[in-house]
Antibody, heavy 119, light 110 residues
Framework: EVHLVESGGGLVQPGGSLRLSCAAS????????MAWVRQVPGQGLEWISS????????YYADSVKGRFTISRDNVKNSLYLQMNRLRDEDTAVYYC????????????WGQGTLVTVSS | QSALTQPRSVSGSPGQSVTISCTGA?????????VSWYQKHPGKAPKLMIR???ERPSGVPDRFSGSKSGNTASLTISGLQAEDEADYYC??????????FGGGTKLTVL
């Protein structure tokens, strides 16, 4: 069974940094692309970053480009999101998600981790 | 990377059918047959209901169906049930490993 478990969320001040982790199990992690998607409270889902099966290439939404960095460790079956220069508007639940074996679709999601940016 | 356009809310009575639209552009919805739909209950992870415009993953009731015409995709839920009440999001492929979501539609079962 596929499991994606996020960790690392919490309260951080504007301008600060945070690193999210996602532990994957139940599938061959190194064979599939992965993504981070967030949901600002009361708003919709927003794709923010993806990574292919290797360390690169990586892809980012304009809203986080230059501030966030996605990475993966295929030995530890883990996905990461380094978030720098955080802003109030980055407050959201961050979901780890995996691309399906076939096709460009996310088929499994983690339960999410809440990041709150506030002074 | 503009969000896809969905109605903010739709509603229907048990047993009825509702359709949720999702309008994008030729660079996403209209350009690829990679539109997916997710059901999301508050505090829960999204659940994949439709992929590749009209395919139902295993375990999804056949009451859920998807279609696409031009730059607009649609999700139809027939035989509405109380447990269908949730937020629904469309999503489209928009280039290698890049996705764009709709703003979400709140479905109320009256």
């Amino acid at each position: 069974e596929v499991h994606l478990v996020e960790s690392g969320g919490g309260l951080v001040q504007p301008g600060g940094s945070l690193r999210l982790s996602c532990a994957a199990s139940g599938f061959t992690f190194s064979s599939l692309g992965m993504a981070w998607v967030r949901q600002v409270p009361g708003q919709g889902l927003e794709w923010i970053s993806s990574i292919s099966i290797g360390p690169s290439p990586t892809y980012y939404a304009d809203s986080v480009k230059g501030r966030f960095t996605i990475s993966r460790d295929n030995v530890k079956n883990s996905l990461y999101l380094q978030m720098n220069r955080l802003r109030d508007e980055d407050t959201a639940v961050y979901y780890c998600a995996r691309f399906a074996v076939v096709g460009w679709v996310i088929d499994y999601w983690g339960q999410g981790t809440l990041v709150t940016v506030s002074s | 990377q503009s969000a896809l356009t969905q109605p903010r809310s739709v509603s229907g009575s048990p047993g009825q059918s509702v359709t949720i639209s999702c309008t994008g552009a030729s660079s996403n919805v209209g350009g690829y047959d990679y539109v997916s739909w997710y059901q999301k209950h508050p505090g829960k992870a999204p659940k994949l209901m439709i992929r590749d415009v009209s395919e139902r993953p295993s375990g999804v009731p056949d009451r859920f169906s998807g279609s696409k015409s031009g730059n607009t995709a649609s999700l139809t839920i027939s035989g509405l049930q109380a447990e269908d009440e949730a937020d629904y999001y469309c999503c489209s492929y928009a280039g290698t490993y890049t996705l764009v979501f709709g703003g979400g539609t709140k479905l109320t079962v009256l």
